[in-house]
């Protein structure tokens, strides 16, 4: 079983900046890319950014220009660098794994960014 840990949320003002790291506790085989969700209370869980194992990127249209995804080393980490940050990217954000497989996604257990002066 593999698990991811979050880490690198917490309360910033609007405009700032915060940085969320994700790890996993092994190295996973089969791995297809890595990704950022979100979720806030009542709605859905949306994308926010992912990358593949080739290093393709996408972003949705919210947080291109503010958000940079990357990836560690070994494909064990995935990093999002968030800038501009809005009261709306108030959330819990989760990091995701996807692999060729079941149980084709590992999720981690979320950390919480808060936008607010």
């Known amino acids: 079983q593999v698990e991811l840990m979050e880490s690198g949320g917490g309360l910033v003002q609007p405009g700032g900046s915060l940085g969320l790291s994700c790890g996993a506790s092994?190295?996973?085989?089969?791995?297809?890319?890595m990704g950022w969700y979100r979720q806030v209370p009542g709605k859905q869980r949306e994308h926010v950014a992912g990358?593949?194992?080739?290093?393709?990127?996408n972003y949705a249209d919210s947080v291109k220009g503010r958000f940079t995804i990357s990836r560690g080393s070994a494909n064990t980490m995935v990093h999002l660098q968030m800038d501009s940050l809005k009261p709306e990217d108030t959330a819990v954000y989760y990091c995701?794994?996807?692999?060729?497989?079941?149980?084709?996604?590992?999720w981690g257990q979320g950390t919480q960014v808060t936008v607010s002066s």
């Open positions: 995701r794994f996807a692999i060729l497989g079941a149980p084709y996604y590992y």
């Open positions: 092994r190295k996973i085989f089969g791995l297809l890319g």
């Open positions: 990358i593949t194992v080739d290093g393709v990127i």
